[in-house]
């Protein structure tokens, strides 16, 4: 079989479309030769038979990921028997398993061929398993997946290769991918979990997991991978601290880092001559520190944990010691880009020094997970001046080491072969600044790994925001709710917490809306009733009519402590209470804020409801003019509903809105 070159694929999703359909039917790829199917090319200039398997580095994203040692499979990982026959089928076997798993298959959103970093997961996991069979179930044909039975998964393979709950999973989703490529014809040699032969007849029958099975043998616990969010006291003590040093400390500290690097060169001697090491620790103890108000820096008001102990002494008195001071410094610049941002790893790693940097005080970078482009797809965020000013100092360090030619802004530092490539691991540096400020306590059980900023950022927001879902899948990059969910509920009390939250704010809006109405400023079918109601201060709840004296008491009494009056929309309220019924429901129950309309009886609206119709109208109007100019009736009409539905909220909106507009006349006296 001729290989397919790849001239010009530009994604991996292209390569699969383009080859996948010179297979024909997938269902014959057992049955296909292997002379034939090893010249097949799984990537680009690399054939299925190749000694090693390399993904392209421009498949997968910034970071470690791209690293060779990652994105190569070597199948003979999985173990190599001594007989020629045997090894040569187990090499097979294992390489037609590796290609079954590049191939599309049913997912739970359909048919999809994975992702190169998914591949590489599935490839990695089916190595440990073929690896653990070749130790434990060595077969004399070479063959590598048959003996895989319930028994054998439950009682040995779990045991030995499962410690953990996501373990397990992972292990039985590659199972079941592989039962599933054997089952439509892929591959011939895959698990068979529930079947096996007679010895007669050759006929299958379920399999009993238990007769003459081992003791199942419970397993050392291991712990779960939750990237738990991390703590308000770590955020409070590492960003307070992290935005002390980029204010202060920060770009005085990399300007004479650099100066003291070069020094070896500059007095011709290597970096561990004694008048080398006198020198540097001179210029560092009579440097001019000063901090941002122009005073002198002696002291710090933390302690920085050096080899020799912890010391809040400045500076440092080695070059060893402000050394680490420089790593902190690039690494604080990371945390708080992330912080600001909640970008993943590959965004934050991927982001370049150029122009474009900071530009608008915004991070700018590529995003690559839910996009199928290779290089990514261009991105941005806000930043907090004090990131900018973080990412600038880091400009400075990054352009003083980075070789000719390249953009890259996080740098290697200390290793003087390798200063200035690029850090393609931001989460070693994350965890030696956290025990550098001594802070390891307070980062909860797990490592400080980067991603957990992503977590925190999401907790903060969700306890902060009450539209924080949507707020939530914008900033996260997120393709659905779901993925957006699982972020709002990785910390196990955040649920309790964001429902506190949801009845302070809760309570917040409700005691605005009866100010308002007092005033006289709400709008909406529930206004009159209840201001009608408010002028008495004589609340009623149910069948029992409450005296209140003062704001806090009217809302509970209305709201029924916070239990009813929601949100549907921002500046409108449903308040609709206990055991009442609208539009929205079919009988009684909760309101559902999706299907809210504009003339039910208990849909309040606040003045900044009024506020947000006027901007709506205004948009529909010039949205409208453009329609009739195109003469695109359909649409007209369409804009017409929409506008419609804002005139009949507020008299003086309309009034306004139909004086500046005449045009629009026509549509409010045609309604019904």
């Known amino acids: 079989m001729t290989p397919i070159r790849a001239i010009e694929i530009p994604t991996p999703k292209a390569w699969q479309k383009t080859t996948f359909s010179g297979l024909g039917n997938f269902s014959d790829l057992a049955r296909k030769g292997w002379d034939e199917l090893r010249n097949f090319e799984i990537f680009p200039g690399c054939p299925l038979g190749a000694p090693a398997l390399v993904l392209p580095e421009d498949w997968l994203p910034p970071g470690a990921t791209r690293r060779e040692s990652f994105r190569t499979v070597h199948p003979g990982d999985a173990g190599v028997p001594n007989d020629l026959r045997a090894a040569a089928s187990r090499d097979e076997a294992i390489r037609r398993a590796l290609f079954a798993l590049w191939l599309p298959s049913m997912t739970e959103t ?8 998914t591949w590489i997961g599935y490839a990695d996991l089916v190595l440990k398993i073929a690896a ?95 990237w738990q969010p991390f703590s308000d006291e770590f ?22 880092w650099l100066e003291l690097r070069v020094l070896p060169n500059e007095l011709g001697l290597s970096a561990s001559h004694p008048k080398v090491i006198a020198e540097r620790s001179r210029r560092l103890a009579e440097f001019a520190w000063r901090d941002k108000h122009g005073k002198p820096i002696r002291t710090l008001d933390f302690d920085l944990h050096y080899l020799e102990g912890p010391s809040n002494a400045w500076p440092p008195t080695n070059m060893r010691g402000f050394n680490r001071v420089i790593s902190l410094v690039q690494t604080i610049a990371v945390s708080l880009v992330a912080f600001c941002t909640a970008a993943r790893q590959s965004e934050l790693s991927g982001a370049k020094d150029n122009e474009l940097q900071t530009s608008s005080d915004r991070f700018h970078s590529r995003t690559y997970k839910l996009v199928d482009q290779i290089g990514g797809a261009a991105r941005d965020w806000p930043l907090h001046p004090v990131a900018v000013r973080g990412i600038k100092v880091q400009q400075t360090l990054s352009r003083a080491l980075r070789p000719e030619g390249t953009d890259h802004l996080w740098v290697m530092l200390m290793d003087a072969d390798k200063a200035g490539l690029p850090l393609l691991n931001l989460t070693e540096p994350l965890v030696q600044a956290v025990d550098f400020l001594g802070l390891s306590h307070l980062a909860g059980e797990d490592r400080p790994h980067l991603h957990r900023w992503r977590h925190t950022v999401a907790r903060l927001v969700a306890l902060s925001i009450m539209s924080s879902p949507q707020v939530l899948l914008d900033l996260l990059g997120h393709a659905d709710f779901e993925m957006t969910l699982t972020y709002m509920c990785s910390d196990p009390d955040i649920v309790e917490r964001a429902l506190k939250v949801a009845r302070e704010h809760a309570y917040a809006v409700s005691g605005k809306a009866v100010e308002e109405t007092i005033a006289g400023l709400t709008s909406g079918p529930a206004a009159t009733p209840l201001q009608e109601g408010l002028r008495s201060m004589a609340m009623r709840r149910g069948d029992l009519e409450y005296a209140t004296t003062s704001l806090r008491d009217t809302v509970e009494v209305l709201t029924f402590d916070s239990r009813t009056w929601t949100m549907v929309r921002p500046g409108v309220l449903c308040t609709k209470g206990i055991n009442q019924f609208g539009p929205c429901t079919r009988g009684r129950g909760a309101p559902d804020p999706a299907t809210c309309r504009t003339s039910c009886d208990h849909r309040l609206e606040l003045a900044r409801a009024k506020r947000d ?44 809105t139909l004086a500046s507009h005449p045009d629009l006349l026509p549509v409010w006296e045609a309604r019904s």
């Open 110 to 117: 359909g048919v999809r061929a994975p992702k190169p970093t």
């Open 132 to 226: 653990w069979q070749f130790a434990n179930l060595p077969s004399a044909d070479g063959s590598v997946f048959g003996e895989l039975t319930v028994s054998v998964v439950l009682t040995r393979l779990f045991p030995d290769m499962g410690r953990s709950k996501r373990a397990r999973e992972d292990i039985l989703r590659v199972i079941y991918k592989l039962i599933d490529a054997g089952k439509r014809g892929v591959i011939s040699d895959w698990p068979r979990l529930y079947e096996r032969e007679t010895e007669s007849t050759g006929a299958l029958v379920i399999e009993d997991v238990t007769r003459g099975a081992p003791e199942v043998q419970r397993a050392e616990f291991a712990e779960e991978r939750s």
């Open 235 to 256: 955020v409070s003590a590492f960003i307070g601290r992290g935005i002390w040093i980029v204010e202060n400390l920060a770009e005085q500290a990399v300007l004479l």
């Open 613 to 656: 119709c006027q901007e709506a109208l205004d948009a529909l109007v010039v949205e409208r003019m453009h329609a009739v100019s195109a003469g695109d009736t359909m649409l007209v009409a369409h804009l017409d509903g929409i506008i419609l539905s804002h005139l009949v909220r507020w008299a003086d909106v309309r009034k306004s």
